[in-house]
């Protein structure tokens, strides 16, 4: 199973970026897809997870910014983020696992490589 994310780079406060995660080597329609965060210094964080049906957990610090989508036809899931600021600046990756929607690191089987998100003020 792999994973790879991109989209990242640097953007001021208040723009928009698109994240993408490849995934390849399972059966992504059937997978729970999730996006975590690491900042520097800190603990990785849960951002945000989409499950095969479409059901889908937000953080409360990305509630109305960000949106997760997924195209099972295309391996893919996506993560658009809107209105951004500064506390939004990590390192993103996308990760996937079997079962059930959860907001767990340690509960993800598989992670991508991570893209730096940077933003500027």
């Known amino acids: 199973v792999q994973l790879q994310a991109f989209g990242g780079g640097l953007v001021q406060t208040g723009g928009s970026l698109r994240l993408s995660c490849a995934a390849s080597?399972?059966?992504?329609?059937?997978?729970?897809m999730g996006w975590f965060r690491q900042a520097p210094g800190k603990e990785r964080e849960f951002v945000t997870a989409i499950n095969y049906g479409g059901s889908i957990y937000y953080a409360d610090s990305v509630l109305g910014r960000f949106t997760i989508s997924r195209d099972n036809a295309k391996n893919t899931v996506y993560l658009q983020m809107d209105s951004l600021k500064s506390k939004d600046t990590a390192v993103y990756y996308c990760?996937?696992?079997?079962?059930?929607?959860?907001?767990?690191?340690?509960?993800?089987?598989?992670w991508g490589q991570g893209t730096l998100v940077t933003v500027s003020s």
């Open positions: 080597g399972h059966t992504f329609s059937s997978s729970v």
């Open positions: 990760a996937a696992r079997r079962g059930g929607l959860t907001r767990e690191p340690n509960e993800y089987a598989y």
